[in-house]
């Protein structure tokens, strides 16, 4: 059974930095594009960033370009997402999301949340003083 589990949310205070980790099982998460996305209270999902399944490639969302980071480890099937300097605004429940394609099939990263067909429960971050 795919299954995707994150971890590493909390409290952190306005300019502080958060690592958020996401376990995958139950496929091979080195041939599939990973991403990570996110919902702020009363909004819908956001797409955050996505990375190429041999970590050629990294797309992030504006907000996010310059103060996160996506990375993977395909070894240990983890998933991680570094966040810096971080806003009010960046308090969400964060996802990590499985492309719905193999990474040799599609050839590319797709940013629509709808191409990914898998994601975790989700963790916490909450950006407050």
């Known amino acids: 059974q795919p299954q995707l589990v994150e971890s590493g949310g909390g409290l952190a205070q306005p300019g502080g930095s958060l690592r958020l980790s996401c376990v995958a099982s139950?496929?091979?998460?080195?041939?599939?594009?990973m991403g990570w996305a996110r919902q702020a209270p009363g909004k819908g999902l956001e797409w955050v960033g996505s990375?190429?399944?041999?970590?050629?490639?990294?797309y992030y969302a504006d907000f996010g370009k310059g103060r996160f980071a996506i990375t993977r480890d395909n070894a240990k099937n983890t998933l991680y997402l570094q966040m810096n300097v971080l806003k009010p605004e960046d308090t969400a429940v964060y996802y990590c999301?499985?492309?719905?394609?193999?990474?040799?099939?599609?050839?590319?990263?797709?940013?629509?949340?709808?191409?990914?067909?898998?994601r975790g429960q989700g963790t916490q971050v909450t950006v407050s003083s």
């Open positions: 999301m499985k492309d719905r394609l193999e990474a040799l099939e599609r050839g590319w990263i797709p940013l629509a949340l709808h191409e990914y067909d898998l």
């Open positions: 990375i190429y399944s041999d970590s050629s490639d990294v």
């Open positions: 139950g496929f091979t998460f080195s041939k599939y594009v």
